[in-house]
């Protein structure tokens, strides 16, 4: 089973409707949880990362993402959907469970459409 | 703009060849990743290094090496390249090595073997 899971290749939505994108965590434990953003001919850029705490974490740009332990999942979430925020997003873990390595989903394209 | 710089920002070669990419690692950042981004792969972690030692490896391959010079860049030696070794590759650093830490990423060097 894949460690990171991002099951929709492509998520469409219209603009100012609110975005969801989804991830799942395949192992059990207490992994750091990543949400990436890339743009075209562009490097990955840092969205915001669950630690510890509280399940609702903010991030750049008006990010946001659930973390919900019960159901390893980790989606990341917006309320109203910017035609710029068009692009790549990548879900990612890591911890002891992963090597201490940063593993990477598939990654989900979004478009929004104005 | 991640503070990560990488060049050259693209490298076409040849079959049978030998390349290096270099990254400078963000001011203050001890750890460098380095990643290969391909269609059929996706994101797959390569190698790190903190402050001059390697500290772990993922897929990399016998042909890849890298290092990490004394004033923290870092560079990855690709030889006798093979058509299949065409993809995008990004270095990343972060302040330490804890898994918490998010990583920068540099925008990469599209390598293209003909």
């Known amino acids: 089973a894949q460690s990171v899971a991002q099951p929709e290749d492509q998520v469409n939505v219209a603009e100012g409707n609110p975005l969801t994108v989804k991830c799942t965590y395949s192992?059990?434990?207490?992994?750091?949880l990543f949400w990436y953003v890339q743009y075209p001919n562009r490097g990955l850029q840092f969205l915001l990362k669950?630690?510890?705490?509280?399940?609702l974490v903010k991030g750049s740009y008006g990010f946001e993402a659930e973390f919900n332990k019960s159901q390893t999942s980790f989606h990341l979430k917006k309320p109203s959907a910017l035609v710029s925020d068009s692009a790549l997003y990548f879900c990612a873990v890591r911890g002891p469970e992963y090597g201490n390595k940063l593993v990477f989903g598939a990654g989900t394209i979004l478009r929004v459409k104005s | 703009d991640s503070g990560v710089t990488q060049t050259p920002k693209h490298l076409i070669t040849a079959t049978g060849q030998r390349v290096t990419l270099r990254c400078s690692p963000r001011s203050g950042d001890l750890s460098v990743y380095w990643y290969q981004q391909s269609l059929d792969q996706g994101l797959q972690f390569l190698i790190q290094y903190y402050n001059g030692e390697e500290r772990a490896k993922g897929n990399i391959l016998e042909r890849f090496s890298a290092q990490q010079f004394p004033d923290l860049h870092s560079e990855l030696n690709l030889s006798s390249l093979e058509l299949g070794d065409s993809a995008l590759y990004f270095c990343?650093?972060?302040?330490?090595?804890?898994?918490?830490?998010?990583?920068?990423f540099g925008p990469g060097t599209r390598l293209t073997v003909l």
């Open positions: 669950y630690i510890t705490g509280d399940n």
């Open positions: 192992v059990s434990g207490n992994p750091y």
């Open positions: 990343a650093s972060s302040v330490g090595l804890e898994n918490y830490n998010e990583q920068f």
